[in-house]
T-cell receptor
Framework: GAVVSQHPSRVICKSGTSVKIECRSL??????MFWYRQFPKQSLMLMAT?????????EQGVEKDKFLINHASLTLSTLTVTSAHPEDSSFYIC????????????FGSGTQLSVL | QQQVKQSPQSLIVQKGGISIINCAYE??????FPWYQQFPGKGPALLIA?????SEKKEGRFTISFNKSAKQFSLHIMDSQPGDSATYFC????????????FGSGTQLTVLP
C-alpha cells in the first residue's frame, strides 16, 4: 500500500520553543493532507485540512496562529507548533490522499510531542 | 462534524473468542465505513472497510456487518489472538468531503492468553 512518512516520531522541547513536524507521501502525490491530534486513550480529532498550494482549513477551536500548516508541494506538508506549551503535548498524526475515491487515505505513524 | 458513536469503550476477550465492536452513525450521506487498528505510539492502520451497498464483508478473521436501515455497523474478530490487543476505531466518510474521516471514540481490546 501507499506510504506516508511522518517525522520525527518523538520530540521533546522546552516551553516557548517551536516544533516542526513533517508529513511526506513517499509514492504518490497528495492533493490533500489532514492533521489530527490525539490525547491518551482518546480518538483522533481533526485539526486541519491542507490542500497543496492553498491555505489550510482549520477546524473550529484550532488556533491557526498556533498550529501553522504548510503544504508547499504535492508530497510534503508540515505542521509547526509555535511557542509550544505543556498543554500542547499530544500525539499528532497526519494522513494524505492522492484524490479519487475516499478509500485512498493513508496515515503517518504519528509524532509524540512532549513540552516540558 | 457528524458523530459516529462507538461501543464498548473497552473489551476483554479470551484467546480464541469473538470480539465484537459496534458503531452507529447519523449522517446518511456517509458512504464509506473503515475500521482502523492502532497500537500504542503508532498511527492508525486500515483493517477493513465497507460501503453501504453490501451487508457484510469478510477478510480473514475480520468481518464487518452493516445495517443501513439501522445506521449501524460492527466489527467481528473471530478467533481473537493476544496480538489483536490494540485500540480499534470505526470511522465514516462521504465522497463529497474530500475524504475527511469522522472517527468513533475507540475501543481498547485486550485478548487474554
Amino acid at each position: 500500500g501507499a506510504v506516508v512518512s511522518q517525522h520525527p516520531s518523538r520530540v521533546i522541547c522546552k516551553s516557548g520553543t517551536s516544533v516542526k513536524i513533517e508529513c511526506r507521501s513517499l509514492d504518490f502525490q497528495a492533493t490533500t493532507m489532514f492533521w489530527y491530534r490525539q490525547f491518551p486513550k482518546q480518538s483522533l480529532m481533526l485539526m486541519a485540512t491542507s490542500n497543496e498550494g492553498s491555505k489550510a482549513t482549520y477546524e473550529q477551536g484550532v488556533e491557526k496562529d498556533k498550529f501553522l500548516i504548510n503544504h508547499a508541494s504535492l508530497t510534503l506538508s508540515t505542521l509547526t507548533v509555535t511557542s509550544a506549551h505543556p498543554e500542547d503535548s499530544s500525539f499528532y498524526i497526519c494522513s494524505a490522499t492522492p484524490g479519487g475515491t475516499n478509500e485512498k487515505l493513508f496515515f503517518g505513524s504519528g509524532t509524540q510531542l512532549s513540552v516540558l | 462534524q457528524q458523530q459516529v458513536k462507538q461501543s464498548p469503550q473497552s473489551l476483554i476477550v479470551q484467546k480464541g473468542g469473538i470480539s465484537i465492536i459496534n458503531c452507529a452513525y447519523e449522517n446518511t450521506a456517509f458512504d464509506y465505513f473503515p475500521w482502523y487498528q492502532q497500537f500504542p505510539g503508532k498511527g492508525p492502520a486500515l483493517l477493513i472497510a465497507i460501503r453501504p451497498d453490501v451487508s457484510e464483508k469478510k477478510e480473514g478473521r475480520f468481518t464487518i456487518s452493516f445495517n443501513k436501515s439501522a445506521k449501524q455497523f460492527s466489527l467481528h474478530i473471530m478467533d481473537s489472538q493476544p496480538g489483536d490487543s490494540a485500540t480499534y476505531f470505526c470511522a465514516a466518510s462521504y465522497s463529497g468531503s474530500a475524504r475527511q474521516l469522522t472517527f468513533g471514540s475507540g475501543t481498547q481490546l485486550t485478548v487474554l492468553p
